[in-house]
């Protein structure tokens, strides 16, 4: 009888422990936040879109559930370190992606076209 009561309370303290845990469970809510900063992040370090010739380059970032990219961010290759703007969005695309299936995301699975980009008036645009 010692014994059932001892799993007893063994089991409502491995339960408590995980619910208060959010590392096991997450918080969706400061999740979407966290991506959210991220995504504003990328804008910001990529904010200087001034060009000459053929300095305009977009990047695919983000990731739906079905596949595929959830946005496109355009630069300027002579403004923006591609190095580290790349680096940037394959964390915030990984993040989305890990966020998709912990919280068993679905999307419309349509697929958005990566738009072209020119310089124009010397500010990267696009097309």
Known sequence: MKLSKMIY????FVLFYACKNKDVFGNEEEDNAKLAQMASDIEAFAINKACA?????V??????????PTQFIVYSLSKTDEKVLT???????????????????VSDCSMILMPTVDCVNGLCTTK
């Open 9 to 12: 309370v063994i089991l409502a």
């Open 53 to 57: 010739g053929d300095d305009c380059r």
């Open 59 to 68: 990047m695919p970032m983000g990731a739906k559930a079905c596949g595929g």
């Open 87 to 105: 680096e940037k969005v394959k964390s915030y695309t990984d993040f989305q992606k890990e966020l998709n299936v912990k919280y068993n995301r």
